[in-house]
């Protein structure tokens, strides 16, 4: 798709920024110099990637998890 990876790079991008935002707040919060976790998550502060589930039939029994909170 044209613009795809562009479009996610970038978006990924802004994630992580908000994710460092983030972290300098609750750094501060808990009375830390507001850069107290940019050493720790230096090569990378998530996990996040995209994931696509292709659709199923409400009838396929086992096919996926059920019901559930993280």
Do not use: C
Request: hydrophobic share 50%.
């Amino acid at each position: 798709v044209p613009g795809f990876q562009e479009t996610f790079l970038a978006l990924y991008a802004a994630f992580d920024a908000v994710g460092a935002k983030l972290l300098s707040a609750i750094a501060r919060s808990l009375g830390l110099a507001p850069d107290w976790f940019v050493e720790p998550v230096i090569d990378g502060n998530s996990v996040m990637r995209l994931l696509h589930y292709p659709p199923v039939s409400p009838e396929a029994p086992g096919v996926r998890a059920g019901a559930h909170e993280d």
